[in-house]
């Protein structure tokens, strides 16, 4: 038997089949109630466990997964063995570069900029390697004894990746200085293509090629 200490003038509502009784100012509850409420009681409680766990689920869920439509992977897509005819054409084809960035976001232009883009860039089917006709402009600050650049591009078709490396390599006063990088393509069409490092949308450096 259980007992619930309760004042003469509350209110007390018993539910049908429940064994309810007042007396002496203690509030007698007979083996019926235990019988339905404790049960009743239980599946209340697993039902509120269950349905706290499901939220919790779906907003782990929710942050985990939940993707916008517009959202876009790291960089812009993928490319095939198709795409490389767009690089070097039937046979081959030739590309300057329209502006090099240190950050291509803010519009930041490399100081190397202008030796840059006064060379040309000739992509052979057949070959990785990158003939580079070279221009008037030095990257280096003093007028180099030589100056050479060599350029080539890695295509890791498994991946759908493509990168491009170019060195430029100057000789003054008999010592060798050499700018070396790597980046990857982002973006690619018949006329223009982009290798840049960063993330989509926040590119940082970057070299902006236009067919010619």
Known sequence: MLRFFVSKNQAITCLAKIN??????????GLGFEKHFFPTLTRIYIQMKIS?????????????????PDEEPLFQEKYTTEDLYKLHGTD??????????????????????????????VFQKGTNEIQVVPGEISCSDVDPEDEITTASYE???????????????????????NNFFSLQLVELSNSKMIFASGEKGDYGMSLVFVSI
């Open 20 to 29: 309810c009784g007042y007396k002496s100012g203690i509030f007698k509850i």
């Open 52 to 68: 706290h766990s499901l939220f919790l689920a779906s907003f782990i869920f929710l942050i985990l997964f939940a993707c916008s």
């Open 92 to 121: 081959l084809k030739d590309w300057r570069i329209e502006a090099f960035y240190d950050n291509y976001k803010q519009k930041v232009l490399s100081a190397k900029n202008a030796c840059f883009i006064d060379d040309i860039f």
């Open 155 to 177: 295509f890791y078709e498994q991946e759908g990746l493509i990168f491009i490396s170019i060195s430029k390599a100057s000789v003054v006063n008999g010592v060798i200085k």
